[in-house]
């Protein structure tokens, strides 16, 4: 299985329910929206850490208000044993400060840790709501010196995603990727979200498919194990990002056969406990 890391929203009690339902051995990856502010991520970030998870919070530069402010970051990360960011431009429409996209963030925190700090960057198997395709290329390329992997939007078709990881190869892009998959979620709650964020087209991939759009989308809750499985041993993943939703109840670690779909979620937290 993939080594795999654990996306969580750093809402209300999130720690406590962390810390009831997940293996302390789990790498845990915070957002940071632009509701919540980079000072929840950096609060859930180092609560979590302080418990044992490896953690990787999202710094997006628009919400970052100054570089005396990244300097404070970047220090509470070497404080608590951080050794890894995710890098982006971030959802909000005005910037609080000097950082208007991911670059000029990764090249201060590049030269504040003296190039210590691993950071991954994102990657669009399906493009951006409000960028064009040839300037996402251009933007990764310009990055990709200062960053270690680039993580995948959340997808919903395994050869949108191998098709994306080659052709950032044939590009010049050279960083390992990892797929953005999301984890079981109401189905509802997932059109939802995937009509947001923009990636409708992997969901009217699954309505062509037929009996895969009814397997993966069919009753109350998506599964992502079909997907797993067009992924599995290619060689163009290093791993899998999984966007739980905060929904920890379906990433409990219980005993289960790994090829049972219900043991799927199980599963997938035991890789994440395994990727360190």
């Given at each position: 299985?993939?080594?795999?890391?654990?996306?969580i929203?750093?809402?209300?009690?999130?720690?406590?329910?962390?810390?009831?339902?997940?293996?302390?051995?789990?790498?845990?990856?915070?957002?940071?929206?632009?509701?919540h502010?980079?000072?929840?991520t950096?609060?859930?970030?180092?609560?979590?850490?302080?418990?044992?998870?490896?953690?990787?919070?999202?710094?997006?530069?628009?919400?970052?208000?100054?570089?005396?402010?990244?300097?404070?970051?970047?220090?509470?990360?070497?404080?608590?044993?951080?050794?890894?960011?995710?890098v982006?431009?971030?959802?909000?429409?005005?910037?609080?400060?000097?950082?208007?996209?991911?670059?000029?963030?990764?090249?201060?925190?590049?030269?504040?840790?003296?190039?210590?700090?691993?950071?991954g960057?994102?990657?669009?198997?399906?493009?951006?709501l409000?960028?064009?395709?040839?300037?996402?290329?251009?933007a990764?390329?310009a990055?990709?010196?200062?960053?270690?992997?680039?993580?995948?939007?959340?997808?919903?078709s395994?050869?949108?995603?191998?098709?994306?990881?080659?052709?950032?190869?044939?590009?010049?892009?050279d960083?390992?990727?990892?797929?953005?998959?999301a984890?079981?979620?109401?189905?509802?709650?997932?059109?939802?979200?995937?009509?947001?964020?923009?990636?409708?087209?992997?969901?009217?991939?699954?309505?062509?498919k037929?009996?895969l759009?009814?397997?993966?989308?069919?009753?109350?809750?998506?599964?992502?194990?079909?997907?797993?499985?067009?992924?599995?041993?290619?060689p163009?993943?290093?791993?899998?990002?999984?966007?739980?939703f905060?929904?920890?109840?379906?990433v409990?670690?219980?005993?289960?056969?790994?090829?049972?779909?219900?043991?799927?979620?199980?599963?997938?937290?035991?890789g994440?406990?395994?990727?360190?």
């Amino acid at each position: 299985m993939f080594p795999i890391r654990i996306e969580i929203i750093p809402s209300a009690g999130i720690v406590e329910q962390v810390q009831a339902q997940v293996p302390r051995a789990t790498t845990l990856t915070i957002t940071c929206l632009p509701q919540h502010g980079i000072e929840r991520t950096m609060r859930s970030s180092l609560e979590l850490s302080a418990l044992g998870y490896t953690v990787i919070p999202h710094l997006a530069a628009r919400s970052i208000n100054d570089r005396a402010a990244l300097t404070c970051i970047m220090r509470e990360c070497d404080m608590s044993g951080i050794n890894e960011v995710f890098v982006i431009g971030g959802d909000r429409k005005q910037a609080a400060g000097p950082y208007e996209s991911a670059l000029p963030l990764l090249e201060d925190i590049a030269q504040y840790t003296g190039g210590l700090m691993r950071a991954g960057v994102a990657g669009y198997p399906e493009s951006h709501l409000s960028v064009a395709p040839l300037h996402l290329v251009d933007a990764l390329l310009a990055k990709q010196h200062l960053a270690t992997h680039v993580v995948t939007q959340m997808c919903f078709s395994a050869p949108k995603i191998l098709d994306y990881a080659a052709f950032l190869r044939r590009e010049g892009v050279d960083l390992p990727v990892w797929a953005g998959v999301a984890g079981a979620v109401p189905r509802a709650k997932l059109i939802s979200l995937a009509t947001q964020i923009g990636v409708g087209s992997s969901l009217k991939f699954l309505s062509r498919k037929g009996p895969l759009a009814r397997k993966l989308l069919s009753g109350d809750r998506y599964s992502p194990q079909t997907l797993l499985a067009g992924l599995e041993s290619e060689p163009g993943i290093a791993g899998v990002h999984l966007y739980s939703f905060n929904n920890l109840d379906a990433v409990r670690n219980e005993a289960a056969p790994v090829s049972s779909p219900a043991a799927l979620q199980p599963a997938l937290i035991r890789g994440a406990a395994r990727e360190h």
